[in-house]
Nanobody, 117 residues
Framework: VQLQASGGGLVQAGGSLTLSCAVSKYTFGTYNMGWFRQAPGKGREFLGAIAYSGLTTYADSVEGRFTISRDIAKNTMYLQMSSLQPEDTAVYLC????????????WGQGTLVTVSS
């Protein structure tokens, strides 16, 4: 399974940004897909997931601000982020798990999101 996150950049506080995660073909039909982030000096934080069924779940810290979706035809998963704050600054990573999405089997390279105040 190959994953590649993209779409990061610099955004002002209060702004929005959408990240993409390109995945290998047929991944969505087998794996539960997740988004994580790692802020400077902190551990990796689970943000949310979209199951192979299409069901989405979110961490309390981002529910209502972040939305996960996928385009099966394009083999791409998305993370729409709104009302961004400086504390959202982090490297964002996508991942794939055969089991629970909080314990991925495969990781993609991350994309940096910087939120300026």
């Amino acid at each position: 399974v190959q994953l590649q996150a993209s779409g990061g950049g610099l955004v002002q506080a209060g702004g929005s940004l959408t990240l993409s995660c390109a995945v290998s073909k047929y991944t969505f039909g087998t794996y539960n897909m997740g988004w994580f982030r790692q802020a400077p000096g902190k551990g990796r934080e689970f943000l949310g997931a979209i199951a192979y069924s299409g069901l989405t779940t979110y961490a309390d810290s981002v529910e209502g601000r972040f939305t996960i979706s996928r385009d099966i035809a394009k083999n791409t998963m998305y993370l729409q982020m709104s009302s961004l704050q400086p504390e959202d600054t982090a490297v964002y990573l996508c991942a794939a798990a055969l089991g629970v999405p909080t314990v991925p089997d495969y990781w993609g390279q991350g994309t940096l999101v910087t939120v300026s105040s």
